[in-house]
């Protein structure tokens, strides 16, 4: 079976500053609502365009640090947080160091699984043994593909999936592997973690704020029993994670 290397991961960060900038509020208000972040010292793990990283450091505010990383310098927004290069999974900063770690659609483009749970030892090595863990990622069972626009791309082995992608012109290989929901948790337990599947509540609100379209009323009228019947293939999974 082909695997997905460290070596194979491109860039597909977003530059719409409204967009991360809305994306941004959505983490803080989930953030804020287990634990004061101002004073926070706060690491996000795959900067892209440096816009949430801004966010999330003028959160913590001046009494708090943030700082950021990522393989490749594709920043727009430059100022407020310390940046950092890395060259894989590994992380340089010392055990126990933030209060704070956001890795938001970041352990699909690190590699393969045993590259996905270094990505997760390494969040749980610099967590302080108080601090919280926001994880999000999309859904490996869900209908389209959200990077290369390509309907069930992510169902695929990857050789298929490398074809698919060529074949439509979207690229040369696809260099992706997002988790299903029960490998997401089970890689997040393995770290030393204790994952809170807050997806439904993130829906909800994005629901009562109708950010949904049409699926903001089903979400109201059906509630969670139906969120229960298609969580496997909710497009995205979102959890908080503390210590074990």
């Not at 803080?28 to 801004?54: C, H, M, N, P």
């Not at 439509?168 to 770290?191: H, M, V, W």
């Amino acid at each position: 079976m082909k695997m997905l290397t460290v070596q194979a991961r491109a860039s597909h960060a977003n530059h719409d500053l409204a967009l991360r900038k809305r994306k941004a509020q959505k983490i803080i208000a989930v953030l804020a609502t287990r634990r004061d972040l101002a004073g926070s010292k706060l690491l996000e793990v795959g900067t892209g365009a440096g816009i949430i990283a801004a966010e999330l450091a003028a959160v913590v505010g001046p009494r708090g640090h943030g700082e950021s990383v990522d393989v490749t310098d594709e920043r727009v927004v430059t100022d407020g947080y310390r940046f950092t290069r890395i060259a894989g999974t590994a992380l340089p900063f010392s055990a126990a160091h933030f209060d704070i770690v956001v890795s938001n659609h970041v352990i699909e483009h690190v590699g393969d699984h045993r590259a996905q749970a270094h990505h997760l030892s390494e969040i749980r090595r610099v967590l302080d043994t108080a601090g919280l863990v926001y994880l999000a990622a999309p859904n490996k069972w869900r209908w389209m593909e959200p990077h290369f626009r390509l309907p069930l791309l992510s169902w695929l082995p990857l050789d298929v999936a490398d074809r698919y992608v060529r074949a439509t012109g979207k690229g040369s290989r696809y260099d992706c592997l997002p988790p299903s929901r029960a490998t997401l948790i089970r890689l997040t337990r393995e770290a030393g973690l204790v994952p809170e599947d807050i997806t439904w509540e993130v829906l909800q609100r994005m629901a009562q704020n109708n950010e949904l379209g049409g699926v903001s009323a089903f979400i109201r009228h059906f509630g969670y029993p139906a969120y229960r019947l298609g969580r496997a293939v909710i497009p995205t999974n979102i959890l908080v994670a503390r210590c074990a």
